[in-house]
């Protein structure tokens, strides 16, 4: 059964008003209130910031994760890497690509300890791939990678700025069932991707969702108001068969109001996912 969620540290107030970061001192309130929220999982966030007291660090941390995703029955299934929007995979030195790599390994090691299922890599913004140099090279790292991703069972997810068929082309050079497409509406909508194109160029290689709705060349807004065509993103979902997550990564809504603001970002999905037979939500 279809399961919602949402990206961590946005059930908690922002820090420095920033939209993405590892909440330092309060990860663990996150299970409490994601329960209240009704929501089933959260994905869960590496990235520079937090690093020194990510509870992914230690074996004491993840087994505390364990306890507290069992206790509040909320799953963590997922990982996103921020930390490779702050040391991408590209358009780096050979000795820093090594170190990068080796952060992954290690990454992909921790994830399998937690029971962590895929880690979602981006390569948009400063990790985003422009030349056919850097296509070129992402897909040799991509290859290494994947080696990984074999080893420790954890699959990875791209999300990515490419176009379409360029996206497409990338995804046939790495055919791996471990290589999937996280696809990202409201990041779709800003860089004003026909959906259509989307799916038809690598629908069947899309394993998960990231729900966010933006106006095309600006910001994150409230879902529904912006430029994302939600209900064909999922009528297409159903013609896929997609039995993924969905996880929330919406605008934030007022400061100190964010478990109300989730039950209503998941009540969205809700309304969607009712108006397609073929996705079920487990309730």
């Avoid at 990454?107 to 979602?120: A, D, E, S, T």
């Avoid at 296509?135 to 990678?145: A, D, E, M, P, Y």
């Avoid at 069932?177 to 409201?186: A, I, T």
């Avoid at 100190?256 to 309730?283: M, P």
Wanted: net charge negative; with cysteine.
């Amino acid at each position: 059964m279809t399961l919602i969620g949402i990206m961590q540290g946005r059930l908690v107030p922002p820090i420095d008003n920033t939209i993405y970061h590892f909440p330092r001192d309060i990860w663990a309130e996150e299970f409490v209130l994601a329960a209240r929220a009704n929501l089933d999982c959260m994905e869960w966030i590496y990235d520079l910031f937090g690093a020194d007291v990510n509870p992914l660090s230690t074996d004491y941390g993840i087994k505390k994760i364990r306890i507290l995703s069992k206790q509040h029955n909320v799953k963590i299934l997922s990982l996103c890497a921020n930390c490779f929007m702050e040391k991408p995979l590209v358009r780096a030195s050979t000795s820093e690509l090594e170190e990068r790599l080796e952060m992954m390994s290690w990454l992909l090691h921790r994830c399998q300890k937690v029971g962590i299922n895929r880690v979602v890599l981006p390569f948009l913004d400063a990790s985003r791939i422009d030349t056919d140099a850097e296509f070129g090279s992402v897909i040799n790292v991509l290859k290494h990678v994947l080696r990984m991703a074999e080893k420790t069972g954890v699959a990875i997810h791209l999300e990515s700025s490419l176009l379409p068929s360029r996206f497409a082309e990338l995804l046939a050079k790495l055919p791996s069932p471990m290589l999937k497409v996280n696809y990202d509406s409201g990041n779709s909508a800003s860089l004003g991707f026909d959906l259509r194109d989307e799916f038809a160029a690598y629908g069947t290689r899309i394993g998960s969702v990231h729900v966010k709705d933006r106006i095309q060349g600006g910001g994150t807004v409230p879902p529904g108001t912006g430029d994302a065509n939600f209900a064909l993103l999922f009528e297409r979902l159903k013609d896929i068969d997609y039995k993924g997550d969905f996880i929330l990564e919406a605008a934030r809504g007022t400061s100190g109001d964010e478990v109300a603001w989730a039950k209503r970002n998941r009540e969205f999905i809700l309304t969607h996912l009712c108006g397609q037979s073929g996705l079920a939500y487990k309730d």
